[in-house]
Each structure stands twice: as structure tokens, then as C-alpha cells.
């Protein structure tokens, strides 16, 4: 069986303490938690503290570049999650907090069930779908792919 692996970076306008940060900061304990309690969620990055991700180093010079990664049963289950929750507002409302990133910001792709992915292996599917555009093996959430290597229909 095979489940959905996602990654996505956000690079911050400020350092996580800083106050224009506040809102977004505040929120990432409910919105993860939200996660955690969503129909289909399997796994997700945390630091130490295992909360959050903000703590961990990331394979990324850049320290104003923020790191999420999850597992989900299915396409399905995440798209419910990212559009159809409270997390739908924190995508809209991205501008307050985050600079704009050349090229994509989020990938996905299918793992083993059990697999656990590394930030290293997430970095190199997200430098995979900037160069070579969607396909099976890293994907957009604009050109979904299914556990077949198939393109799908949004």
C-alpha cells in the first residue's frame, strides 16, 4: 500500500519571534493539532519539542525558510485538510507572513506505507519538480498524479 508523502516551505518575512510573525506563530500548534485529528492523516514533521517543526535544522542555508512535511492516507484526505479547514485561510493569508520563493513551494509524492521521509530526500523532490515540472514521482497540487503514476483531474 502506498500513502501520500507532501512538503512544502514558506520563507518568513521576519525571524518566528518576530511580531509580524505573531499570527501564523500563534497558530501552529492548532493547526497542526488539526491535522493530527484529520480523516486520513497519518504523519508529520516535529522537532524535539513535538509540536511543531520550527526548531528542526533544514537542508536549507536560508534560515527564514520554514519546513512542513506530512503523510496522508490519500490525496483525498490532504486536499480536505489544506482547503477545507481553518488551514485554507492560513494559505490565503500567506502574503502577511512569507516572501515570495521562486518556483514551487509544495511537492508531492508516493511513499511505501511505513516510510517515513528525510528533509533531504523532500528537498530533492521539490528540486526535481521545479526542474522537471510534475510527473509521477513529484507532483504540484495543481497536476496530481495517482498511486498509479496516472495524471489526475481536478
Known sequence: MKHLAQFNIIRLKDELDSPVIKEFRDFLAPVNLLAEESPGFIWRLKDEGG?????????????????????????????????????????????????????????????????IPTLDEAKAKLESLNINGSGPDAFSMTEIFDVNGQALRK
Open 51 to 115: 509540536e511543531s517543526a520550527t526548531d528542526l535544522e533544514t537542508p536549507y542555508e536560508d534560515k527564514l525558510i520554514f519546513v512542513n512535511m506530512s503523510v496522508w492516507k490519500d490525496y483525498a484526505s490532504l486536499k480536505e485538510y489544506t482547503y477545507k479547514t481553518v488551514h485554507s485561510y492560513f494559505l490565503k493569508s500567506r502574503k502577511k507572513w512569507a516572501s515570495e520563493i521562486q518556483g514551487h513551494r509544495a511537492v508531492m509524492w508516493y511513499i511505501e506505507s511505513g516510510h
